[in-house]
């Protein structure tokens, strides 16, 4: 991918501040982006971020922002427009991760936390975004990052497999509706990728790769690998690829009907 693909266009990254987001802003702004970095906790690596997208040329701007509540996504997309103008691409990789409760068990609360953020959040900037792009007449791509687990079912994460499932079809149905647009948008269902919200996996070696060894592929994938979609997916390269949901999780989830 050429580093001036994505030169003169403005991003918002969710969740930016780390792991699969933390990628997509450092990989959107070596190929030539502004980005505004959403973050919920981590100032630091947000900011952090800002300075790896200025020190490449580019401008950034971290935005304390909670995609699960309205108010919170709509000023920080204002926040973003003060700064770099209206964004053109959206990347959505803000989520939480299954609770590992069973729905015997599962307190409704756990339910709504974890579909707000993974689902609704997607919702809310999706829809931000697209109101303010769709008036300037500029072409723009939408990536949600979502799961194998849209599709490949675990036990203890009916929250994380609904959530997930349902923001596929959000990808799909928004895709129908700005197609005519010049608007893609696209998901991409990463596997095993090696983050924070893998921790254990990171930690122990010995736990990765035992998990590795389910893995077709051998190995545990890499956030910069996603990043890296995220960012053809975005680009000029990309712009007949819409309602897509792309796998990359090493073949692991061809293995689901082994054994059986």
């Not at 910069?224 to 007949?240: C, H, R």
Request: hydrophobic content about 45%.
């Amino acid at each position: 991918m050429p580093t001036s693909s994505l030169q003169h266009r403005i991003a918002v990254v969710t969740g930016g501040e780390s792991g699969i987001g933390a990628a997509c802003v450092a990989a959107l702004a070596a190929a030539g982006a502004d980005v505004g970095i959403f973050y919920l906790k981590d100032r630091e690596a947000a900011e952090s971020g800002v300075r790896a997208v200025e020190a490449l040329g580019g401008r950034g701007v971290a935005v304390q922002v909670d995609v699960a509540e309205e108010a919170s996504v709509e000023a920080g997309f204002d926040t973003v427009e003060k700064a770099l103008g209206v964004p053109d691409i959206l990347v959505n990789s803000a989520g939480l991760n299954m609770s590992g409760v069973k729905v015997a068990e599962m307190e409704l609360a756990q339910w709504h936390r974890l579909l707000a953020t993974d689902l609704t959040g997607s919702f809310l900037t999706c829809r931000r975004f697209v109101r303010d792009l769709q008036p300037t007449g500029r072409a723009g791509a939408i990536v949600n990052i979502t799961s194998i687990h849209a599709f490949a079912m675990r036990s203890g994460g009916a929250d994380y497999d609904a959530a997930k499932g349902g923001q596929c079809n959000l990808t799909r149905t928004l895709a129908i509706e700005v197609a005519g647009r010049g608007i893609t948008v696209n998901a991409i269902a990463p596997g095993m990728i090696l983050t924070p919200m893998n921790h254990q996996a990171m930690d122990d070696s010995a736990y990765r790769e035992k998990l590795e060894r389910n893995i077709p592929a051998g190995r545990a994938g890499r956030p910069d690998e996603v990043a890296g979609l995220a960012v053809f997916l975005a680009s000029p390269a990309g712009a007949y690829i819409t309602g897509a949901e792309i796998v990359m999780d090493g073949g692991l989830s061809l293995l689901q009907a082994t054994g059986a």
